[in-house]
């Protein structure tokens, strides 16, 4: 283990100790798609024993006041794009602007400012509620593609920086081997900054992953996924071997699929087939996949994804601040494909946010209201979430279930006077990431009264990380 390794593990390894058996008095709760009132929760360890429902509150139990949900699950996020936020809002532009103003955000990353960033990160999701997440992780090298000395450096980073904030995370190494398709040999230049991302070739991404893995292999906190970035960073002839490399697993496979026309564009030039086509002809999609974002698809790409039970990531917060445009999630929904939310970019960090953002921006799609029931919002934001991760034990509150929950006070000025016959649709249309009160991630405390437990002020402490990351940083 390198020195900095180490010097995150020692950082890591202080927090509450999880309780051999508690018992949790929800004011109400969400259980097998209904809100319940008087609801108690059991635990031992990182297991709920046993839900029981119209119990008054024990004198010995933790009470939660207010809607007590499973834990949310973040299913896309890019931790280090966090200090982009109001740095790219200034002026025009496109994605294809937007994504040189973060090439030139990561040349300050290193081991050791991306653990101090994403710590305050990791900490701002626990706040608003999120108990597992999963880091789409392609910053792997150093500047100019060398390899620091554990090449895996950078994944350790992430992994040490949840279990700070306290949160699973499903650490989804990234395949990234070109700069985008060439219309003849399919594989354009790496720019400077894209050669921090790539391997070389697929078989050398795959070894590299597979330490990694035996790293964490007997851990309960981590999971070691896998993604293909786009089909515009991995050449079609290497699709196949990162699909079987996570198969062989049984890992989440993610991967971003048709954010943009323009890729769209180009893989039908040169390949005569969409996107999603192409990853189901290199046996790429199924139950374990996630395409995120699935912007821009057609009827034909929906049953693609819907018949092999793929499922879908969408980012609306990030995709209507790159201007992507809006998918069809609803339609993807009906065809098959479960739907899980993710904060991509962190314009925001609040799953909520993306939520409610599913309906209203189809409303806006179709000049018609009611397309989603908050109840699979809610199931958006928890249950599909975890299992996109893997989290197969989470996203449900019951016997046998990972024991972790998030409570929403009902009580602000957003939320006063709801009622409980109301208090999904009030959560999903207007709570926001303040609301959450407490957070339980397999049966420790980790957010009371609002309050990160384990992170000291991390308000302060991602400022100072991100300030250090710009003022370090030349390429700016």
């Given at each position: 283990?390198?020195?900095?390794?180490?010097?995150?593990?020692e950082?890591?390894?202080?927090?509450?100790?999880v309780?051999?058996?508690?018992?949790?008095?929800?004011?109400a709760?969400?259980v097998?798609?209904m809100?319940?009132?008087?609801?108690?929760?059991?635990?031992r360890?990182?297991?709920?024993?046993a839900?029981?429902?119209?119990?008054p509150?024990?004198?010995?139990?933790?009470?939660l006041?207010?809607?007590?949900?499973?834990?949310?699950?973040?299913a896309?996020?890019?931790?280090?794009?966090?200090?982009?936020?109001?740095?790219?809002?200034?002026?025009?532009?496109?994605?294809?602007?937007?994504?040189?103003?973060?090439?030139?955000?990561m040349?300050g990353?290193?081991?050791d400012?991306?653990?101090?960033l994403?710590?305050?990160?990791?900490?701002?999701?626990?706040?608003?509620?999120?108990t597992?997440?999963?880091?789409?992780?392609?910053?792997?090298?150093?500047?100019?593609?060398a390899?620091y000395?554990?090449?895996?450096?950078?994944?350790?980073?992430?992994?040490?920086?949840?279990?700070?904030?306290?949160?699973?995370?499903?650490?989804?190494?990234?395949?990234?081997l070109?700069?985008?398709?060439?219309?003849r040999?399919?594989?354009?230049?790496l720019?400077?900054?894209?050669?921090r991302?790539?391997?070389?070739?697929?078989?050398?991404?795959?070894?590299?992953?597979?330490?990694?893995?035996?790293?964490?292999?007997?851990?309960?906190?981590v999971?070691?996924?896998?993604?293909?970035?786009?089909?515009?960073?991995?050449p079609?002839?290497?699709?196949?071997?990162?699909?079987?490399?996570a198969?062989?697993?049984?890992?989440?496979?993610?991967?971003?699929?048709?954010e943009?026309?323009?890729?769209?564009?180009?893989?039908?030039?040169?390949?005569?087939?969409?996107?999603?086509?192409?990853?189901?002809?290199?046996?790429?999609l199924?139950?374990?996949?996630?395409?995120?974002?699935?912007?821009?698809?057609?009827?034909?790409?929906i049953?693609v994804?819907?018949?092999?039970?793929?499922?879908?990531?969408?980012?609306?917060?990030?995709e209507?601040?790159?201007?992507?445009?809006?998918?069809?999630?609803?339609?993807?929904?009906?065809?098959?494909?479960p739907?899980a939310?993710?904060s991509?970019?962190?314009?925001?960090?609040?799953?909520?946010?993306?939520?409610?953002?599913?309906?209203?921006?189809?409303?806006?799609r179709?000049?018609?209201?009611?397309?989603?029931?908050?109840?699979?919002?809610?199931?958006?934001?928890?249950?599909?979430?975890?299992?996109?991760?893997?989290?197969?034990g989470?996203?449900?509150?019951?016997?046998?279930?990972?024991?972790d929950?998030t409570?929403?006070?009902?009580?602000?000025?957003?939320?006063?006077?709801?009622?409980?016959?109301?208090?999904?649709e009030?959560?999903?249309?207007?709570a926001?990431?303040a609301?959450?009160?407490?957070?339980?991630?397999?049966?420790?405390?980790?957010?009371?009264?609002g309050?990160?437990r384990?992170?000291?002020?991390?308000a302060?402490?991602?400022?100072?990380?991100?300030n250090?990351l710009?003022r370090?940083?030349t390429?700016?």
């Open positions: 283990m390198d020195d900095t390794r180490a010097r995150h593990t950082t890591v390894s202080t927090g509450t100790t309780a051999d058996a508690r018992r949790w008095h929800a004011e709760a969400y097998a798609g809100v319940e009132t008087d609801v108690l929760i059991e635990t360890g990182d297991r709920i024993t839900v029981a429902l119209g119990v509150a024990p004198a010995d139990a933790v009470r006041a207010g809607l007590t949900l499973p834990g949310l699950a973040n896309h996020s890019h931790a280090f794009h966090r200090a982009l936020r109001g740095r790219t809002q200034i002026g025009e532009g496109t994605f294809w602007t937007w994504r040189e103003q973060m090439y030139q955000a040349a990353l290193n081991p400012s991306y653990f101090a994403a710590v305050g990160v990791f900490a701002e999701m626990a706040l608003a509620g999120i597992s997440v999963g880091e789409f992780h392609y910053a792997h090298h150093d500047h100019g593609g390899q000395a554990d090449p895996n450096a950078m994944g350790h980073a992430l992994i040490h920086a949840a279990r700070a904030a306290g949160l699973r995370i499903t650490l989804l190494d990234t395949c990234y070109t700069g985008g398709i060439h219309a040999s399919g594989r354009a230049a720019n400077t900054t894209q050669q991302f790539s391997d070389g070739d697929a078989d050398k991404w795959a070894r590299r992953v597979e330490s990694l893995r035996a790293a964490y292999a007997d851990e309960t906190d999971i070691i996924g896998a993604a293909i970035h786009s089909v515009r960073a991995v079609k002839d290497q699709l196949g071997t990162v699909a079987a490399a198969a062989k697993f049984d890992a989440p496979l993610h991967v971003h699929l048709s943009q026309r323009a890729e769209n564009e180009a893989c039908l030039a040169r390949y005569r087939l969409t996107p999603a086509q192409l990853l189901e002809s290199s046996g790429a199924g139950p374990r996949t996630t395409a995120v974002h699935a912007t821009h698809l057609s009827q034909a790409d049953e994804l819907g018949d092999s039970a793929t499922r879908v990531c969408m980012c609306p917060t990030t209507r601040d790159l201007a992507d445009g809006v998918g069809a999630a609803r339609t993807m929904f009906e065809a098959g494909s739907i939310l993710g991509d970019s962190q314009a925001v960090i609040d799953l909520f946010e993306e939520a409610r953002a599913m309906e209203l921006d189809e409303r806006l179709t000049e018609r209201r009611g397309h989603w029931p908050s109840t699979d919002l809610l199931d958006a934001a928890t249950l599909a979430g975890q299992r996109s991760l893997g989290w197969d989470a996203g449900r509150l019951h016997a046998g279930a990972l024991a929950f409570t929403v006070g009902l009580d602000s000025i957003r939320l006063t006077g709801t009622s409980v016959d109301v208090a999904a009030s959560v999903i249309y207007a926001t990431a609301d959450v009160r407490h957070v339980v991630v397999g049966g420790r405390v980790i957010v009371r009264d309050i990160h384990l992170v000291d002020d991390p302060r402490r991602l400022g100072t990380a991100i250090a710009y370090g940083n390429r700016v």
